[in-house]
């Protein structure tokens, strides 16, 4: 209980369930007395992503060989979730969000606009919340208009992988890409399935593109990195994509671009 805040909070978004400090308590007990009662239990917890001194976002799992008690009796199973969480001053968990497995792009765009909550007043905080709805927009449902408010006019987009897209110039010249792909194709969606680097103003991410082609019938996957940079009022001024092979050269291309704006705006 020493690790929860007086004030913490507590949202399970699957549910739509939200707890107080007690009731967060009392979820975990029984949590706990469940895992407890089970066989070969595994606990499993892959960081993610940190941003600023006081959030952080992982990956955790659970999985045992069956479990049972007075009111349940269940074979094996395994559990996966994204969490969120946000300390306090002196180090207390003050909140704590849950999101399903398959969520992780709501769970980093909740991530971004916790910090922007964060920060004081002023061009800072400003800035980290319009970086928010950009990131929420680039990673929710496949939507020009939700695309459209996210890019700056000069955006520049440049397709890194082998006999990738040609490069361009301009947010127009970028969503006429983006609605072919609606033009061609039926329920296209984009799924966000790990993060690779993450900072207030860029977003490295692993996408997969899924939907059925209108023309053949066909249920396809296209799997590829994303990187995202943010300008100062918080629209997309860059978009790269990369093959998935090529995590390297993607990782590398997010520490040179985070390198030269730490540069630009050095004293």
Known sequence: GTLLAAD?????????????????LVSFRAGLEALLAAGDVTLANEP???LGDA????????SASGASGESFDVGAFEHEQITLIELDARGQGRREEFFAADHLGAAIARLYELYADLLPDGPARARAAATARSVAAA???????RYAAAYAPAVQFIDRRPLGFPSTSGAEAWLCRVATLLESSDDATVRTDDVLGLRSDA?????????TDRASGGV????????????????????????????DEALARFDELAAGRAARIAP
């Open 203 to 211: 977003l490295l991410v692993h996408l997969t593109n899924l939907g």
């Open 8 to 24: 913490a909070e507590t949202v399970h978004h699957p549910t739509g369930t939200t707890w107080n400090r007690q009731g967060a």
């Open 139 to 145: 990673l929710g449902p496949v939507d020009l208009d």
């Open 220 to 247: 396809y996957e296209r799997p590829f990195f994303m990187l995202w940079v943010f300008g100062a009022d918080g629209l997309v001024t860059r978009n790269e994509m990369f093959a998935t092979n090529r995590d």
């Open 48 to 50: 993610l992503a940190t």
């Open 55 to 62: 959030l952080a976002l992982s990956r955790t799992s659970w």
